[in-house]
């Protein structure tokens, strides 16, 4: 018989490399997806285009050749990243561009006349944008950033081929050690549902309490 | 180290005959993610709420946990209980039933669009459920979708990379295996990048094309 619980707590500490990329890639993400998101509707050409660049060239590769290319291309132009920094780039890199798609999104359908409501009382650019209309746009971008949350998620899996020790690669360890493939991979299917779970719950208290302070200001 | 143009048209041949698998893995995924995203919308709507409680449960599970490890999971786990699928077979499976969850939802959105008045009309001609809806219900609701249909394909596309984890030779793998006989990690990374950005950029024109012809649905 298999002693599973030593084979278990190698699957947690993979669990926890998973969260630990999930958390910091999300981080980097969301500050690309402001930085690009708001970059595309900057009135400077040169910022429009940088902005549009990245998030073309990030969205149509796939997460699995920017991982690639960054931990094995890289070094020969003198940057070594270890496994763990290669995943958090790429996996917020990538995911950064698919939000910012959506801040781009949400502070565009946020309606005209703030904006002219804003020139009319004489506000600038930045108060514009950080006291009027990001507040408002902010509780549009939550539910698809819970979405491109679950799909970092699901990107950190990606990493295990790089050889880091996350959940996925754990379970490959066990895989070949035991000879079993059913306990392992059911277990961390489990795990990867249970956070992606957690994610969606998470974001939703997240969207209530934000659009809270806004009752009775949007129609 | 770098560029050098002479290896890349010395690997261009191996390259190729890996996309030609992508493509073919991308095009039978996507033939299977269209027919079965059809019957998981059907199911979910199914009266029997046992029947569209579980299609709706697994197919939440499927889209919150990472499609790698879902093909490990075909791959590996299947083989123990005398199921043994070629690698092939088991990507397209596995891609196919991922992004059919993905596509169930598209489906969905459209199949409610079609205004009820037309099921009770149907109804009314004594038409039974099934002549419903391929003759009534179907044919209203499949034009507006193709475009996010379409999306969702260029994004399957873009995932088949991952099917070199379950040793299909399509271009992922077959990079690697010429990146690992010949210490040289650029050209061939790069290519592949290349390669999938090609597809993309054009594929978003085709996609453009698309929503002018169908009418664009938003969901």
Sequence with gaps: MIDWSGYLTLILEGALVT??????GSALALVMAFLAGLGRLSRFFIVRALATTYIEFFRGTSIFVQLFWVYFVLPFAGLTLTPLQAGVLALGLNVG???AEVVRGAVKAVGREQTEACVALNLSRYQRMRHVILPQALPLMLPTFCNNAIELLKGTAVVSLISLTDLTFQAQVVRAQ??????PFTTILILYFAMAWSISIGMRWLERRMSRSLDGVRT | MEWD??????IMPTLL???????LATVLGAAVAAVLGLAIAIARRSPVTALSRTVGFV???IRGTPLLVQLYFIFYVLPDIGIRLPPLVAGVIGIGLHYATYTAEVYRAGIENV???QWEAAKAANLTTRQAWIHVVLPQAVPPMIPALANYFIAMFKETPLLSAITVLELMNQAKSIANSNYRYIEPMTLVGVFFLAVSLVSVVGLRWLEE??????D
């Design chain 2, 59 to 61: 197919c939440e599970f």
């Design chain 2, 17 to 23: 005959e890996g996309f030609k698998i992508t493509i």
């Design chain 1, 19 to 24: 969260l630990q990329l999930t958390v910091m």
């Design chain 1, 97 to 99: 561009a698919y939000a």
């Design chain 2, 5 to 10: 143009w002479e290896f890349v048209w010395q």
């Design chain 1, 178 to 183: 035991t000879g079993n493939t059913l306990i």
């Design chain 2, 213 to 218: 012809r169908y009418a664009r649905m938003d």
């Design chain 2, 115 to 117: 205004p009820r008045g």
